[in-house]
């Protein structure tokens, strides 16, 4: 079974950066798509990001397109998530999920613990 653990979060300004990790306890490059969701109090979980198995493509949300980019490195089985310009909207738990085959926007297989991500005025 997959574990997955996510890091990175914390409290930013609005405006400001994190950047995400997720480090796989295996490796899944090429068996997996690796999803980024989140989740905000009261909320419902939404999709964020994603990468394909072979890293050869890439998926956002629109409400972080062109603010936020998914990439990993296969040496430390990690994908990362970049978030720039963050808003008080961005605020949530921040999971990292593995997809089997083809990446979702609604579920996954194997789910880390979750991060939290504060972006403060």
């Known amino acids: 079974q997959v574990q997955l653990e996510e890091s990175g979060g914390g409290l930013v300004q609005a405006g400001g950066s994190l950047r995400l990790s997720c480090a796989a306890s295996?490796?899944?490059?090429?068996?997996?798509?690796v999803n980024w969701f989140r989740q905000a109090s009261g909320k419902e979980r939404e999709f964020v990001a994603a990468?394909?198995?072979?890293?050869?493509?890439?998926y956002y949300a629109d409400s972080v397109k062109g603010r936020f980019t998914i990439s990993r490195d296969i040496a430390k089985n990690t994908v990362y998530l970049q978030m720039n310009r963050l808003t008080l909207g961005d605020t949530a738990i921040y999971y990292c999920?593995?997809?089997?085959?083809?990446?979702?926007?609604?579920?996954?297989?194997?789910w880390g613990q979750g991060t939290q991500v504060t972006v403060s005025s």
């Open positions: 295996e490796r899944i490059f090429g068996k997996y798509a």
């Open positions: 990468i394909s198995r072979s890293g050869g493509s890439t």
């Open positions: 999920a593995a997809s089997v085959g083809t990446y979702s926007r609604s579920n996954a297989d194997y």
